[in-house]
């Protein structure tokens, strides 16, 4: 009996009732913060797309007889790489709040929605940098 009603609250709501702008119960915010973070999962991969094009087009622009730098497609790949696994890490440690409680996923969610937007948005200002 425990163990059904552990799972019912881990379970994934795919109940569009759901009003995320009024919610009442931990289940709920769970779920809205997950929402929230899948939103800005698909902004940051869009804006992940265009800035590498940009990338791309401005490698083609440096003339490797005299810079052996590494091109802007491989700094960003490899800033992305590292922002990455920041970014997964810095939530579970935020989530760590109410580690075993039920608001954990919340708070790890909104974490790592906080910090994709915070992302999008360089990854935006990157691109039109110049």
Same mark, same amino acid.
């Given at each position: 009996?425990?163990?059904?009603?552990?799972?019912?609250?881990?379970?994934?709501?795919?109940?569009?009732?759901?009003?995320?702008?009024?919610?009442?119960?931990?289940?709920?915010?769970?779920?809205?913060?997950?929402?929230?973070?899948?939103?800005?999962?698909?902004?940051?991969?869009?804006?992940?797309?265009?800035?590498?094009?940009?990338?791309?087009?401005?490698?083609?622009?440096?003339? /490797?007889?005299?810079?052996?730098? @590494?091109?802007? +497609?491989?700094?960003?790949? $490899?800033?992305?790489?590292?922002?990455? *696994?920041?970014?997964?890490?810095?939530?579970?440690?935020?989530?760590?709040?109410? /580690?075993?409680?039920?608001?954990? @996923?919340?708070? +790890?969610?909104?974490?790592? $929605?906080?910090?994709?937007?915070?992302? *999008?948005?360089?990854?935006?200002?990157?691109?039109?940098?110049?």
């Amino acid at each position: 009996m425990i163990l059904a009603a552990l799972l019912l609250l881990a379970a994934p709501i795919n109940d569009p009732a759901i009003d995320c702008e009024n919610q009442l119960y931990q289940v709920e915010m769970n779920h809205c913060a997950g929402q929230a973070y899948e939103v800005a999962d698909v902004a940051l991969n869009a804006q992940w797309k265009r800035a590498v094009s940009v990338m791309r087009e401005r490698d083609k622009t440096i003339d /490797r007889r005299h810079d052996t730098q @590494p091109t802007h +497609h491989d700094a960003l790949l $490899a800033a992305q790489r590292a922002w990455l *696994t920041y970014r997964d890490q810095h939530c579970l440690n935020e989530g760590f709040a109410a /580690r075993g409680g039920s608001m954990a @996923p919340m708070l +790890h969610s909104g974490c790592m $929605a906080r910090l994709t937007k915070a992302r *999008t948005a360089e990854l935006q200002a990157l691109v039109e940098e110049y």
